[in-house]
T-cell receptor
Framework: SQKIEQNSEALNIQEGKTATLTCNYTNYSPAYLQWYRQDPGRGPVFLLLIRENEKEKRKERLKVTFDTTLKQSLFHITASQPADSATYLCALDNYGQNFVFGPGTRLSVLP | GAVVSQHPSRVICKSGTSVKIECRSLDFQATTMFWYRQFPKQSLMLMATSNEGSKATYEQGVEKDKFLINHASLTLSTLTVTSAHPEDSSFYIC????????????FGNGTRLTVT
């Protein structure tokens, strides 16, 4: 059965450092991989989308990589700030069918 | 950007009563909307796909008679939790895609349902 894992339930890093979150999947061939941010008591907010034929995508301090051989995506936040503290979810999409979310990683950026 | 509005944000009801949650796409038409349920510190669980003008598609294990979905217009989908029980207490979130299947999901801010 399909399985999506995110490296850890929680991740603590120091302000200014780069946060790296991992999303691994099995038994799935996604056409797209997306990353969302969710704050407590709120709905997720879309951050970045990367296609299966793209290796890397950047947006301001965010960078996403997608390795379909390893079945893995890495999500980086450079120069992290306390305001980046939130839960980050990866999501796999296969042409609109079978849109699946990972369990999320709760990131805490310590001042 | 696209905005999805969900109402109410919080609701407390007694066992046996029904609760209706509304999800509106404010600046785009959504032929398809999605309803999720989320337990504390867990990820989103897709409950059903709401299709404008037709019946919703429910995920396995989700009772369609318990969770009634109506998508009467291109901007409004409603989820009614019927005969609510304490185990229905959860965080319910709706979402919609602005355009095609390869566009991201836009989420409402969720509804915290507490059944006493």
């Amino acid at each position: 059965s399909q399985k999506i894992e995110q490296n850890s339930e929680a991740l603590n890093i120091q302000e200014g450092k780069t946060a790296t979150l991992t999303c691994n999947y099995t038994n799935y061939s996604p056409a797209y991989l997306q990353w969302y941010r969710q704050d407590p008591g709120r709905g997720p907010v879309f951050l970045l989308l990367i296609r299966e034929n793209e290796k890397e995508k950047r947006k301001e301090r965010l960078k996403v990589t997608f390795d379909t051989t390893l079945k893995q995506s890495l999500f980086h936040i450079t120069a992290s700030q306390p305001a980046d503290s939130a839960t980050y979810l990866c999501a796999l999409d296969n042409y609109g069918q079978n849109f699946v979310f990972g369990p999320g990683t709760r990131l805490s950026v310590l001042p | 950007g696209a905005v999805v509005s969900q109402h109410p944000s919080r609701v407390i009801c007694k066992s046996g009563t029904s609760v209706k949650i509304e999800c509106r796409s404010l600046d785009f038409q959504a032929t398809t909307m999605f309803w999720y349920r989320q337990f504390p510190k867990q990820s989103l669980m897709l409950m059903a796909t709401s299709n404008e003008g037709s019946k919703a598609t429910y995920e396995q294990g989700v009772e369609k008679d318990k969770f009634l979905i109506n998508h009467a217009s291109l901007t409004l989908s409603t989820l009614t939790v019927t005969s609510a029980h304490p185990e229905d207490s959860s965080f319910y979130i709706c979402s919609a895609r602005r355009t095609g299947w390869n566009s991201p999901l836009h989420f409402g801010n969720g509804t915290r349902l507490t059944v006493t």
